[in-house]
């Protein structure tokens, strides 16, 4: 008697035991668990979904002989982490008459700096020995700048020329920026570039993009040369010197047959055209 009921115990446990498994398993976990996953969703935009005062401003100016680019970044802190690409076309070495795409990186900006500023070698070094690259002409500057899981990508041309005492105009390669009637004491290298954004300053407020600047390290010219920026529209010009940072307000004439602004400028700067309605 005693037998029949431990086996009826026994039994009767084992029973309890499938019907929590059959439970557990069928009825209970009815849905699979949702694996969690902590995928980062990097998104790309073009900076022209960043608003105009929140870009950074950049320069670039050859050295004298113009074998180095100084990069300098302004207004940065706006972002986590910006990165650069100078990408040039020069002379192939060993195929005359043809181009090579060189170029230098940089991932070292400090972006809690009110100013990051780097001088880039045109062509190779060893041992303190230099190989400048010639033939350069143009160029093209990418900034990967970085806010939160956003990247925003910037891509601008810059062009590089030699001006000597006789040269009369220069301007960028498509014609938006232009100085004629030059007077310089020497010859010296000259950069064309789009600063991607503004100088910090109130009134620069109700700029219009792209801002062109020239950069190279004369003094004033011998005598006032002319300046025309393509315009759509009357407005404002301003001279921003990012050597000292000061500003001048240009007389200006609006040409609306060329759709161009024009104006006597005494040095080169960052030219910034400030719209007035």
């Keep these: 008697m005693e037998s ?7 039994a009767a446990i084992s029973l309890l035991v499938i019907i929590t498994a059959i439970y ?6 009815k849905k ?3 694996i969690e996953t902590d995928v980062a969703s990097n998104e790309v935009k073009e900076v022209a979904n ?18 180095e680019i100084v990069i300098s970044v302004e207004n940065m802190a706006s972002f986590d982490k910006i990165e650069y ?3 040039y076309l020069a002379d192939n070495p ?26 880039i070698l045109l062509g190779t070094a060893s041992k303190k020995v230099r190989s400048p690259d010639q033939g350069i002409t143009d160029g093209k500057l990418t900034m990967h700048m970085f806010k939160g899981e956003t990247e925003y990508l910037s891509e601008t041309k810059w062009d590089i020329m030699r001006v000597t ?41 109700s ?7 020239i950069f190279s390290i004369p003094p004033k010219f011998l005598q006032n040369a002319k300046l025309e920026i393509k315009s759509d529209e009357d407005a404002k010009i301003y001279a921003y010197n990012h050597n000292d940072g000061q500003i001048e307000e240009l007389e200006s004439t609006f040409n609306e047959k060329n759709k161009t602004i024009s104006a006597v400028i005494s040095n080169f700067a960052t030219f910034v055209v400030v719209s007035s309605q």
């Design 4 to 10: 029949k009921r431990s086996t009826y115990i026994i």
């Design 24 to 29: 557990f398993l069928f009825i209970f976990q």
């Design 32 to 34: 699979p668990k949702e």
């Design 50 to 67: 960043l608003k105009t005062e929140e870009r950074p401003y950049v320069t670039l100016t050859p050295t004298s002989d113009g074998v």
């Design 85 to 87: 690409e100078l990408i």
């Design 94 to 119: 060993q195929v005359p008459g043809q181009k090579l795409e060189r170029g230098a990186t940089g991932t070292d900006v400090n972006t809690k700096d009110a100013k990051f500023k780097k001088s």
């Design 165 to 205: 005492g006789q040269t009369n105009s220069i301007h960028d390669s498509l014609g938006n920026i232009t100085v004629s009637s030059l007077s310089l004491d020497k010859d010296y290298w000259v950069i064309t570039a789009d600063t991607v954004g503004i100088p910090k300053d109130d009134k620069f407020k």
């Design 207 to 213: 700029a219009k993009l792209p801002v062109y600047g």
